[in-house]
């Protein structure tokens, strides 16, 4: 960067303004992100600039303790963002930055169940996070059921075996102490709202 280049926007992740927080802390991470990245720690050895290899010249994102922050709005960086900030119990999220950046972060917010402050969803970004005007309207009526609805989109995406999706899902819904809907029972409600 040469002094006539501007500086990169800082993308910052927060707890949202009176939600509580589990934790702060700066290097509060779980193991599973720390084992994807090459880690340089600060003065008291807590875990602060994630790279994701050697011959990167600057970090993925930055572990400031009470907020993270990155440049990029790459999707890997922003989902390993997200699961620090579940891990310390940030169940509603504030976002700023550039609008790439919050929009990313809310797409793949709703796949984990964060609640995102800062960025204003377009019908392309509930698209993208597999979530119609419909099924937001449902959300409001029945939060549990709107969200196993999104593990399902989520796990349709990541698993490519059926039949293991099929088990995963009705552990989920027997989980939450309810019956799975069959297809039959979605197709009525589509065949509903037209």
Do not use: C
Not at 21 to 42: H, I, M, W
Not at 166 to 191: I, S, Y
């Amino acid at each position: 960067m040469t002094p006539s280049e501007p500086a990169p926007a800082v993308n910052r992740l927060r707890p949202a303004p009176g939600a509580p927080a589990r934790s702060t802390a700066k290097g509060d991470v779980p193991d599973a992100v720390l084992d994807r990245y090459l880690v340089e720690g600060d003065l008291r050895g807590r875990a602060e600039r994630f790279f994701r290899d050697h011959r990167a010249p600057a970090p993925m994102f930055r572990d400031r303790g009470g907020s993270l922050t990155s440049t990029q709005a790459y999707p890997d960086a922003v989902i390993d963002m997200l699961k620090i900030a579940r891990h310390r119990g940030w169940e509603r999220i504030q976002v700023s930055g550039d609008p790439a950046f919050r929009r990313e972060v809310w797409i793949q917010a709703q796949s984990l169940g964060l609640e995102v402050h800062g960025h204003r969803p377009r019908d392309r970004d509930r698209q993208a996070a597999g979530i119609d005007r419909a099924s937001s309207q449902k959300a409001l009526q029945d939060p549990l059921a709107e969200r196993l609805a999104r593990a399902a989109v989520v796990v349709a995406r990541l698993i490519p075996d059926p039949a293991i999706q099929t088990k995963l899902l009705e552990a989920a819904w027997a989980r939450a102490g309810r019956a799975r809907p069959t297809e039959r029972d979605t197709t009525r409600d589509r065949e509903r709202r037209r």
